[in-house]
């Protein structure tokens, strides 16, 4: 079965300081992949997405990720928080079968220190 | 509209007592999903409709959850005698392909159920 794994609940930096979110995906085959940020009383926002090619994506705000086959994992990477970067962040996999609904992870919880 | 857009934005519903939550997809977009976020959680696939036809109703979590969008733009879910482990965020999210087309998700309704 297709899952998403995110081991990290919440994390804590100080803005300024580089930031790496993990997120390890279960799937057969090529997954599409996708980070999302929601930041209180919003909807999810797309940061970037992975759907082949180029394993590294730039995505807004400054972020990119780097997908990684032989490790299966999709992690976000920032060089350089700000405090606005506070929210929390969700790691998707979408089903490339039929429904092409998405599965997320539980999903970190971003903390920036002034 | 500019984006996906949800009502009501908050809802308190005694249980036993029915809701229904809407959706207004981005114009044109074929596909609507539903997902279900509890508290500390990531969001849930719920139900997949492509227009007005409703393909994937896999993660409802039981026969008091229905979903309709009889005109294949507007959808609404409504559920049937509320119990309180239906308390969540409910998100919609449309997409302007029947595919594997990045998802772009509504603000969410947050259903509290007393």
């Known amino acids: 079965a297709q899952s998403v794994t995110q081991p990290d609940i919440h994390i804590t930096v100080s803005e300024g300081a580089s930031l790496e979110l993990r997120c390890n995906y279960s799937y057969g085959a090529t997954p599409y992949l996708f980070w999302y940020v929601q930041s209180p009383g919003q909807g999810l926002q797309l940061l970037l997405k992975y759907f082949s090619g180029d394993t590294l994506v730039q995505g807004i705000k400054g972020f990119e990720a780097e997908f990684k086959r032989s490790q299966s994992s999709f992690n976000l990477r920032k060089p350089s928080v700000h405090w606005s970067d506070a929210a929390e962040y969700f790691c998707a996999v979408a089903s490339t079968s039929g429904t092409y609904k998405y599965i997320f992870g539980t999903g970190t919880r971003l903390k920036v220190l002034a | 509209g500019a984006g996906v857009s949800q009502s009501p934005r908050y809802k308190v519903a005694k249980r036993g007592q029915d809701v229904a939550l809407r959706c207004d997809p981005i114009?044109?977009?074929?596909?609507l999903f539903w997902y279900q976020q509890a508290l500390g959680q990531g969001p849930e696939f719920l139900t997949y409709f492509q227009n007005e036809a409703q393909l994937d109703k896999s993660g409802l979590p039981s026969d008091r959850f229905f979903a309709e969008r009889p005109e294949g733009s507007v959808s609404t879910l409504k559920i049937q005698r509320t119990q309180q482990e239906d308390s969540a965020v409910y998100l919609c999210?449309?997409?302007?392909?029947?595919?594997?087309?990045?998802?772009?998700f509504g603000p969410g309704t947050r259903l509290t159920v007393l």
């Open positions: 999210a449309s997409t302007d392909q029947s595919g594997t087309d990045t998802q772009y």
């Open positions: 114009s044109g977009h074929v596909s």
